[in-house]
């Protein structure tokens, strides 16, 4: 009896493990429906309106709908070469949609509208909206990352993020958020995943990214699950090359897995494959799962039962790229599973490579039209059958609205994590008899919000006195910052250390992660704050205070400055374990 009570307790010390706690677990069984239609429905049950679609187009308009092209979403002079190759696509290829990275709310809007008016079956708007519209907009909302949703452990905040930024996307027309990410971060190395990941444990990335998909989909926007089967695990980013994950399918099974497979559960309308081979499923060298029938049709469509929009990464990366031409992608992808061909190299070239495989018996037309049925119905869920356009009108009212800096603040409000505060330095009670010298911080991937935080700094700046340096890259003049250093009570270090594509890196440079080491050797009291990676303390862990705020959204810093002097208490738990010494659920609150 003994024995069989030791193996009962480990086995629920195991699960605990797993999911965190309790909370995260599922409670009740999930409402199997959207906006009340079924999820199976949606996809297998055609409506007239898309049988009476399906049954006028020709064979090359039916592959065109499986093509996404891309476009920045800015005005457009009808004369541009931009104007004409999108006019072309539309026009005269019929590709099924487009995705938008840059511009401005209204810009892409009017340009949207323009773009509906000259496609016959209407466009399948997308955007990679994370933390919100300014991620592409430059007057958009913006939210606190994913792990500062995950380090509240409040999932109604998801869920309303999730509806605010539906209600954004809607007003400008874009009908597809890739949106949630769902990785586990469990390297903190990962160069490209990072703080875009709820957490480390499958628990709560699962939590977290169903309420996210519920907000977006009661607001009518088609939410994307990604990057399957799991890209949280690498050190290598697919911009850049094919990583290779060599885990067993039972190691996927029992973390990967867990919160795409909970996505699925609560109706996830959208999959996106991921550039990442994985031996263990597909053997065959260098074909990534975004390529793979194995891992595509194999597991997310006959394992996991997903019957929903299934998408590639963009197909411009070089994960993809440096292996295939366009035509083997175009090929495969039909092969694997997908239904969405997100940015191919050339659309036409790839519209015309399936067309041929039809043509001459390589693959189907009843599989084209599978593929077809599922986006023609997304577009009759989403009501495009009955109206296409956007009313400009509406835009300037629901686009970064109250509500969504009411909604930013919160989640940044409940985000902010004290990891360490050695002396009780935070937070700085007696400030106005002290002299406070902030050093900025920036490894150079992105323009750092630093001159923000100094804004908001001074507003409420209680020091008696400070002085400012602004470090970007290499550092020079460490010898001259530190000595100046010495006649200061406090070192303040705001770090901007944020996930750049193609870098690399999220971490900082050698020196200046040598300068933070050389204050704290000084004696000085050295506070660092993260607006970003979570993990930098691993390179100073003598600093006297450290805290986490996952972004440097600007409700992200004004958090910080207000629990600086209490005037929020510090309420943020680790989404990640950070260090040895400071784990997963760990932080001071007060």
């Not at 920036?442 to 001159?451: C, L, M, R, Y």
């Amino acid at each position: 009896m003994n024995k069989l009570f030791s193996m009962n307790i480990i086995f629920l010390t195991f699960l605990i493990s797993l999911f965190g706690s309790y909370e995260f677990m599922e409670k009740n069984p999930p409402d199997n429906s959207i906006n009340g239609i079924q999820t199976s429905d949606l996809y297998s049950e055609s409506n007239q309106w898309t049988e009476n679609k399906l049954r006028s187009m020709t064979l090359r308009e039916k592959v065109a709908q499986m093509i996404i092209t891309y476009s920045d979403g800015f005005a457009l002079d009808k004369s541009s070469a931009e104007y004409k190759r999108l006019s072309n696509l539309i026009s005269n290829e019929k590709v099924g949609g487009i995705i938008f990275f840059k511009g401005n709310s209204l810009q892409q809007a009017e340009l949207t509208n323009t773009l509906q008016s000259l496609s016959e079956t209407p466009l399948l708007i997308s955007a990679d909206y994370e933390r919100g519209t300014k991620m592409r907009l430059d007057d958009g909302s913006l939210f606190p990352s994913n792990m500062a949703l995950g380090a509240t452990r409040n999932p109604e905040l998801a869920y309303q993020m999730g509806l605010q930024i539906a209600k954004e996307c809607r007003s400008i027309g874009v009908h597809q958020n890739y949106a949630p990410v769902v990785d586990i971060n469990n390297n903190s190395l990962n160069p490209i995943i990072n703080v875009r990941s709820y957490g480390e444990n499958p628990g709560l990335v699962s939590s977290m990214s169903e309420k996210l998909i519920k907000g977006l989909q009661e607001g009518n926007v088609i939410a994307t699950a990604k990057h399957f089967p799991g890209h949280g695990d690498t050190e290598i980013d697919s911009h850049n090359d094919l990583p290779v994950l060599n885990f067993s399918k039972e190691r996927l099974d029992n973390l990967e897995l867990i919160p795409f497979r909970n996505a699925v559960k609560n109706n996830v309308m959208s999959v996106m494959i991921a550039h990442l081979s994985l031996p263990s499923l597909d053997a065959e060298a260098n074909v990534p799962a975004s390529l793979s029938k194995n891992i595509v049709e194999g597991v997310l469509i006959n394992e996991m039962k997903f019957n929903g929009l299934i998408v590639t990464d963009a197909l411009n990366m070089a994960g993809v790229i440096k292996h295939f031409s366009t035509k083997e992608v175009a090929l495969r992808c039909v092969n694997a599973g997908i239904d969405l061909i997100l940015m191919p190299q050339g659309e036409t070239e790839t519209i015309n490579s399936i067309v041929n495989a039809v043509n001459n018996g390589t693959v189907s037309e009843e599989r084209i039209n599978l593929s077809v049925r599922k986006i023609l119905n997304a577009k009759s869920w989403l009501k495009l059958d009955e109206n296409k356009m956007t009313d400009l009108s509406k835009v300037s009212y629901i686009v970064n609205s109250d509500d969504a800096k009411k909604i930013s603040q919160q989640i940044a409000d409940e985000s902010i994590t004290l990891v360490k505060n050695d002396n009780s330095i935070i937070p700085f009670s007696k400030a106005d008899e002290l002299s406070c010298l902030i050093v900025s911080m920036n490894n150079g991937n992105e323009k750092a919000n630093s001159d923000y935080f100094l804004s908001r700094f001074s507003v409420k700046n209680k020091f008696k006195s400070t002085s400012f340096y602004d470090l970007t890259g290499e550092v020079s003049n460490s010898n001259e910052i530190i000595s100046e250093a010495s006649s200061y009570d406090i070192v303040l270090i705001p770090v901007y250390a944020k996930v750049k594509i193609k870098t690399g890196t999220v971490g900082l440079p050698q020196s200046q992660l040598d300068l933070i080491n050389s204050l704290n050797s000084k004696g000085i009291k050295v506070v660092v704050v993260s607006f970003g990676n979570p993990y930098l303390i691993q390179g100073f862990p003598e600093v006297d205070s450290y805290i986490c705020a996952y972004a440097d959204a600007e409700t992200s810093i004004n958090s910080v400055i207000d629990s600086f002097y209490g005037t929020i208490k510090f309420k943020g738990k680790l989404p990640v374990s950070i260090s040895n010494e400071f784990k997963y659920g760990d932080g001071i609150t007060n």
